[in-house]
Every structure is written in structure tokens, then in C-alpha cells.
């Protein structure tokens, strides 16, 4: 994987591992993260450190990609996706200081391979959506998918399962 290390007005990669035949396009933001061979990351997507994206994924544009995300290959995400990496968010502490990396806990999200997030979901965190899941648009992910199952809703429930 090459390393790319480059700003400009139109988009900003900072220490970022990429793969072969990779697609970025126009006003990503990504740092210290890795994204596989063949992927394609949208216009105005955000990865951040730590992050991993498999081989041949599709992230689409205005998807929010946190610290603590990992999405194996094969995976389609679908427009303005947004992880969430911390149960307890706060902006101070208790005596009213701005908090800091050390004062929260990043909690981990798989997402397996052949996974499907529909537009506009919301997935929380420590959750891991199956092998091969659809994750129907507009569903906000509370717990574990099975793979291959199909969910939606808010909370997202299972409606079937697919061969």
C-alpha cells in the first residue's frame, strides 16, 4: 500500500495507507487510516484514524467513517452513513474542562464482509453487521445483525433472511 500524505484546497489524505486502483474523490478528509484495493470513497466522506476498509468497497459520499470502524472487503455503504464510536458522548468533564482522548473509551464496529449499509443509517457502536447483511435505508443499527439478514427500522429489526 502507498502512503499518501497530501492537502490541498479540495481534499485532505494525512498519513493514509492506500491500496491499488483506488478512488478518492473531491473533499474527503481522511488521516491515519487504510483503504483496500479497488475501493471507491465519495465527494465529502470523512475517515478517520484507525479506521480499515477492505478490498473493492464502495463508501458513498457524505458518510462519516469514526475512529474504531472496520469494514471488511465487498462492502457497500451507502450515502450520509454515519458510526458512532462513543456510548457516554460528552463535551467536558465534570469540572467543566474540555475532554480529551484519555477521558472517553472508542468502542469497535465491524462490519463483516459483503455487508450492504442503506442510505442515511445511523450505526452505534460495538455493533457487528454479518456477512452479506442488507441494512434497509434511514435504520438506526442498536445491536448485532446476523449475516445475511435483512433489517430496518428504527430501532432496526430483522424482516427476513436472504440465500
Same mark, same amino acid.
Not at 459483503?114 to 443499527?141: D, N, P, Y
Given at each position: +500500500?502507498?502512503?499518501?500524505? #497530501?492537502?490541498?484546497?479540495?481534499?485532505?489524505? !494525512?498519513?493514509?495507507?492506500?491500496?491499488? *486502483?483506488? /478512488?478518492?474523490?473531491?473533499?474527503? *478528509?481522511?488521516?491515519?487510516?487504510?483503504?483496500?484495493?479497488?475501493? !471507491?470513497?465519495?465527494?465529502?466522506?470523512?475517515?478517520? /484514524?484507525?479506521?480499515?476498509?477492505?478490498? *473493492?468497497?464502495? #463508501?458513498?459520499?457524505? %458518510?462519516?467513517?469514526?475512529?474504531?470502524?472496520?469494514?471488511?472487503?465487498?462492502?457497500?455503504?451507502?450515502?450520509?452513513?454515519?458510526? #458512532?464510536? $462513543?456510548?457516554?458522548?460528552?463535551?467536558?468533564? !465534570? $469540572?467543566?474542562? +474540555?475532554?480529551?482522548?484519555? $477521558?472517553?473509551?472508542?468502542?469497535?464496529?465491524?462490519?463483516?464482509?459483503?455487508? %450492504?449499509?442503506?442510505? %442515511?443509517?445511523? #450505526?452505534?457502536?460495538?455493533?457487528?453487521?454479518?456477512? /452479506?447483511?442488507?441494512?434497509?435505508?434511514?435504520?438506526?443499527?442498536? !445491536?448485532?445483525?446476523?449475516? /445475511?439478514?435483512?433489517?430496518?427500522?428504527?430501532?432496526?429489526?430483522?424482516?427476513?433472511?436472504?440465500?
Amino acid at each position: +500500500m502507498e502512503i499518501l500524505n #497530501i492537502q490541498t484546497e479540495r481534499q485532505s489524505l !494525512k498519513d493514509v495507507q492506500v491500496g491499488k *486502483n483506488v /478512488k478518492i474523490f473531491n473533499f474527503v *478528509n481522511a488521516y491515519g487510516c487504510s483503504i483496500g484495493d479497488n475501493t !471507491k470513497v465519495g465527494s465529502f466522506v470523512e475517515i478517520q /484514524k484507525g479506521v480499515i476498509i477492505g478490498q *473493492n468497497c464502495k #463508501i458513498s459520499s457524505h %458518510s462519516f467513517i469514526c475512529e474504531g470502524v472496520h469494514i471488511a472487503d465487498n462492502v457497500f455503504i451507502g450515502h450520509n452513513v454515519t458510526f #458512532i464510536n $462513543d456510548k457516554f458522548p460528552r463535551a467536558t468533564n !465534570k $469540572d467543566n474542562t +474540555m475532554q480529551t482522548e484519555a $477521558d472517553w473509551t472508542c468502542v469497535e464496529t465491524y462490519i463483516k464482509e459483503g455487508a %450492504s449499509i442503506g442510505s %442515511s443509517v445511523t #450505526i452505534l457502536c460495538g455493533i457487528t453487521v454479518g456477512e /452479506k447483511a442488507i441494512v434497509g435505508a434511514g435504520s438506526v443499527v442498536t !445491536k448485532d445483525v446476523p449475516q /445475511k439478514a435483512v433489517i430496518a427500522g428504527n430501532p432496526a429489526r430483522i424482516i427476513k433472511y436472504i440465500d
